[in-house]
């Protein structure tokens, strides 16, 4: 059975960092396509950071240059650094099991999602 356990969220000031990290279990770590979603009060749940089925990284135009997604496969792990917080990226934040797509270039989720952790950015 596929698990994703999450950690890292926590309350930080503008300006500030903060490191989540998902465990996958119940599967190969290494041929996932794994990803990182946000979701805000009263709007939709949005891709923030992935590694897609070809191994690349994709970022939301919001959070490129201020985030970085990265992974250790060996620790079936992967983990979303936050550099540079802003208010507005607040929202409890999922990792998610990726689908092996056709598009190596691309992310598509699974049902497969972790339980959500908080990260609040205010002074």
């Known amino acids: 059975q596929v698990q994703l356990v999450e950690s890292g969220g926590g309350a930080v000031q503008p300006g500030g960092s903060l490191r989540l990290s998902c465990e996958l279990t119940g599967m190969m770590f290494s041929v996932s396509a794994m990803g990182w979603y946000r979701q805000a009060p009263g709007k939709q749940r949005e891709l923030v950071a992935a590694f897609t089925t070809g191994g690349n990284t994709k970022y939301a135009d919001s959070v490129k240059g201020r985030f970085t997604i990265s992974r250790n496969d060996a620790k079936n792990t992967v983990w979303l650094q936050m550099n540079s917080l802003r208010p507005e990226d607040t929202a409890v934040y999922y990792c998610?099991?990726?689908?092996?797509?056709?598009?190596?270039?691309?992310?598509?989720?699974?049902?497969?999602w972790g339980q959500g952790t908080q990260v609040t950015v205010s002074s």
């Open positions: 998610n099991l990726g689908l092996r797509i056709p598009d190596y270039s691309d992310y598509a989720p699974s049902g497969s």
